[in-house]
């Protein structure tokens, strides 16, 4: 490490403090770093090792990792790849091909988490103007004295050896998520959109002749997603909001019931379900703060606007909120003057495709799951489809949209060329 970066560091000083390790996190470390920016990462816990987080990698991401130049380590990482996504809706199939999107990855991924952020992390880490500072816990921001006593000028945070610091910085972003430590000591509140569900998430074995692929089954009271992830599939068995507690209560039987009613095929992998301790609850919230920035601090990925699991979407946008971020913030940050107008850029770049994709699953969880996992009214109300699945399943040019919506999304982001790395090449200087 550079003398002077070692100084900061001991003087507490950086010149962008970036509050969580998740993709936006390090994401935005690397880009920073890449263009010459001191940037210090802040991650709470001693590993990336949280089962059931966020694990797709859509096309646009697996894009920024080729202009990255990091496409042949990412090849090398044990991953599947999705070209189809086949939903059955109360009835009525929907099969999503990925194939006619545009780009060189006409695909999703599925790797670990934790694999993946390894991977930026081991990249950024090759730049001297990164540190990643693992078990480090950020507490809430300091502010400047005098008469701009709201400018945040960095953050108190607890290090490894439970001691409480402080670092300041030029500029901090908070890519600490939905629980945002810092986004609530600010009091800054997001607008709720809700959410009619919750979701489980188990695991269940698989064997080599097992279906392949993702797909998707919304019943007449119930709904459930399977993922191939390799030698297991990862479940999500949706419920409705609120009824965890409930429904724990009446035994892992019921959910085994369930789960097959949904999908008869895993009769054979049920049962290595013994416990509700191995099924963990994701707490459904969609929500999207009114600003994204005050004097000193930015919010992005989750602590800006959580999303709803509706499409797999919100690793994606993360990312891409980090690498507009980057292009935006990295001049003024080795300037030392990053401003509110520049905060104000990049949510001015990332406002509408947060909005447009919360819209699109709003009308997904009222019109589609809402109506799926309503089991009082099931008996009451029409076995068929929403009128849009159907209209969906008969005209492939909206199957088509409905790829590209969820694999690139609106307005995908590149890798500003200050970060572009070529791949390395084992042939000839010649070749």
Known sequence: MPADIESNTSSGNTTCIVAGGGPAGIMLGLLLARGGVDVTVMEKHADFLRDFRGDTVHASTLRLLDELGLASEFARMPHREIDTLTMSVQGTEVAID?????GPHKHIALVPQWDFLELLAAAAEKEPTFRLLRSTEVLGPIFAEGPRKDKVVGVRYRGADGEVREMRAALTVACDGRSSTLRTAMGLRPRSFGAPMDVWWFRLPRNADDPHGLAGVLGTGAAQIVIDRGDYYQCAYVIPKGRDAELRAQGIEALHRGALALVPWLADHITSLTSFDDVKLLDVQMNRLRRWYCDGLLL???????????????INLAVADAV???????????????????????QARRWLPAALIQAVQRVVQRRVIAVAIDAEGASTRQ???????????????????AGYGIAIGPLPEHVPKFARRQPVTTGHASD
Not at 300 to 314: F, K, L, R
């Open 98 to 102: 990925l194939s006619r999107i545009p």
């Open 324 to 346: 507009a971020a980057a292009r935006t913030l990295a001049g003024p940050l080795r300037a030392g003057n990053p401003s509110t107008m520049h905060l104000a850029r990049v």
């Open 300 to 314: 992005i990925g989750d602590a800006a606007h959580a999303m709803s699991p509706v499409g797999g979407v919100g």
């Open 383 to 401: 076995s068929s489809a929403p009128l849009v699945v159907r209209i969906a399943a008969r005209f492939r040019p909206l199957r088509t949209a």
